[in-house]
């Protein structure tokens, strides 16, 4: 809803949780965010999105791809994002990660993303990169 406030054309929002779903409808309705299409929550299977079967998300390629998850989702889905993300200078923002695990992420998405960049509050991470 804020990336459509701040003038995303379009935003697909995934979560694994049903409720999360309905949150994000409630969230574009209470901001008076005209939906027209332009918000699509999808529910997803995790491991739909690592086989790369989840139907919701076939065709999808983005410029800026935003995750809020742990680090072991986080790995996980490197190669998922990096397929998500796939034009040379397109944006992913990862949060959810502790401090510590910084060196960890930077390595694993290193092969697709570069100038990373990070921001640390408090024990928390929220880290930048580019597509190669």
């Known amino acids: 809803v804020a990336s ?4 995303a ?9 049903e409720s999360s779903i309905f949150a994000m409808g409630l969230n574009a309705e ?3 965010v005209d939906n027209g299409g332009m918000l699509r ?3 997803v299977d995790h491991q739909q999105v690592l086989c790369g ?5 076939r065709g999808v390629r983005t410029e800026c791809l935003l995750a809020n998850i ?5 790995l996980e889905l490197e190669q998922t994002f990096a397929t ?23 390595a694993a998405y290193g092969e697709h993303f570069e100038q990373f960049s990070e921001v640390l509050d408090d024990e928390w991470a929220l880290l930048t990169a580019v597509r190669k």
């Not at 459509?4 to 003038?7: C, D, P, T, W, Y």
């Not at 054309?9 to 949780?17: I, K, L, Q, R």
């Open 4 to 7: 459509l406030q701040f003038g």
């Open 9 to 17: 054309s379009s935003v697909v929002a995934t979560d694994v949780e």
């Open 30 to 32: 209470c901001n008076a």
């Open 41 to 43: 929550p999808v529910l």
């Open 53 to 57: 079967e989840c139907e919701g998300l």
């Open 70 to 74: 742990l680090l072991k989702p986080l």
């Open 84 to 106: 998500l993300v796939a034009s040379p200078g397109g944006k992913i923002v990862l949060s959810g990660i502790l401090a510590t695990q910084v060196p960890q992420v930077k």
